[in-house]
Every structure is written in C-alpha cells, then in structure tokens.
C-alpha cells in the first residue's frame, strides 16, 4: 500500500444511488509506470481524503470498478460526504491498494457472482477480470436498482433473477457474493442444499465494514469468524463463507 496523489476526472452516478469517481492516476514517483491502475487488482479498494480540507474527517473507502490505461474508476455510494465536495479537476489523497485480491484457481472455470442491489458494483471488475481468464461468468444481481446490463461485457450472462437457484449453484465452480448477512445466511443454506455440503474456498462474501484506516491499526473493521477475529481491510474484505455463515 502507498499514497497516491491523483486528479478527479469524472464524479457522476454510475446507476441508482451507486456513485462513480474517475481518477487520472500517472504514478510520476516510478519510472517504471507501475502506477495506481497496475497496482490494483479485483477485490482491493482505496481509502481517500481530500488533501485540503478535515471534511470528511474519516478517509472513504473507494471500491475498484475498472481500470483503463492509466485511469482507474471506482465507485462509493452517492449519498458519502465525499461525493457533494469534490468537483473535477480536484487532487485527492488516495490510499492503495487494499484488502486482498480475490482470484480463482485454474479449475474454476465457471464463476458465479451475485450482487445484492447497488453492493453488485464490487463484482463488476472480478466478473471482467475472469472474463479475460477465459472463464464462464454468470452475475446475478438480486433485489432493487438493477445494474444497466449495457455496462458489462456481453459474455458476460447476466440475469437479475433467482441468485440461489440450485441449478446455478450446482452449475459453478466458484461463488463470490457482494450483499448483507441475511443473502450469506441464505447462500450457505442453499449450497448445502444444492452441493450436499458448503467447501471450505467454493464461495466467498465481501464483508460491509467501516475501513477508516485500511491499515490493520483501528480494529474498526474486525469481523468475527470461525477462525477468530479477523480485519476486513487486512484478511478480507472477502471471506470464505464458511468461516462466517455461523457466525451471522
Ligand atoms: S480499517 Fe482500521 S483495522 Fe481495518
């Protein structure tokens, strides 16, 4: 993780209340042009502040939703403090990257993702990334404020209708889930349903929680899982199911 000082390009609504902030991210610090757009990968996250001011006090945590050369987009909800103060061309104070990659093994070839409302926005960039894998990709966005199915990649499939179907369940290799603990509750439920038995690895669930330092210094963020307490910005914020599907 290191800071970036990096310029506003766009702040519009992507869809519903989901938020996104563009980024022109040049790194002139290496020569080598590892940059902020290379060093973040599917899963990962930045903490911003804006360098000028102590409003809002507390960095936001941005959540990577694409990369283009050397431009990075992420998105926040629209209704954070940050959104209403920065304006194009402003220079923010990002932290980066954070959190834990999530990748699939070279067995996973079929990839299940589903998004809970606006919390789909933080599979967008793992549902292009094992596109590229050459993997099979099936996103499923459940409840309101469905995601514009024009944005994705078109092998991508994209359904906004029964997430937990057995047939989808026993159709993947690999589920990595984006919403509240009543949809885990209800994934491991189903899996055991449809699979027999919930894997240790075959599904994982991005944790929704407060990351002000990003660091593993506030214990702000810690969750508690089977395994102990764990940090979202250091161990997750995805975790495998099964260590946290007891615990809701
Ligand atoms: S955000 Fe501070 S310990 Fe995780």
């Not at 903490?47 to 431009?71: F, G, I, V």
């Not at 990659?101 to 549902?127: C, H, K, S, Y």
């Not at 409840?143 to 078109?154: D, K, M, R, T, V």
Request: aromatic share 6%; proline share 6%; glycine share 6%.
């Amino acid at each position: 993780m290191k800071p970036y000082l990096c310029r506003v390009i766009e702040n519009r609504i992507l869809w519903a209340d989901a938020q996104l902030l563009i980024f022109d991210a040049p790194d002139p610090s290496t020569s080598s042009g590892q940059g902020l757009a290379r060093a973040l990968r599917p899963g990962q996250f930045a903490l911003a502040r804006d360098a000028t001011t102590r409003e809002p006090y507390l960095r936001r945590a941005l959540w990577l939703y694409q990369t283009e050369e050397t431009r990075v987009a992420f998105t926040l909800p629209a209704h954070d403090p940050l959104v209403a103060r920065v304006r194009v061309g402003d220079l923010l104070d990002l932290l980066a990257p954070l959190g834990r990659v999530i990748e699939f093994g070279a067995n996973a070839r079929r990839i299940l993702l589903i998004g809970e409302g606006t919390r789909v926005a933080q599979l967008i960039a793992l549902a292009h990334a094992a596109i590229t894998q050459a993997r099979e990709v099936v996103l499923v966005n459940r409840g309101e404020n469905i995601f514009p199915a024009h944005l994705l990649s078109p092998e991508i499939e994209y359904r906004a209708d029964d997430a937990l179907s057995a047939e989808l369940i026993a159709w993947a290799d690999a589920i990595v889930a984006s919403g509240s603990s009543e949809l885990y509750r209800a994934l491991a439920e189903a899996i055991r349903a449809a699979r027999y038995r919930l894997e240790p690895g075959f599904a994982r669930v991005i944790v929704d929680a407060p990351m002000p330092c990003g660091d593993g210094l506030c214990y702000a963020c810690a969750v508690e899982t089977t395994r102990g307490i764990k940090l979202a910005c250091a161990d997750g914020p995805a975790f495998d199911l099964i260590e946290l599907e007891r615990k809701h």
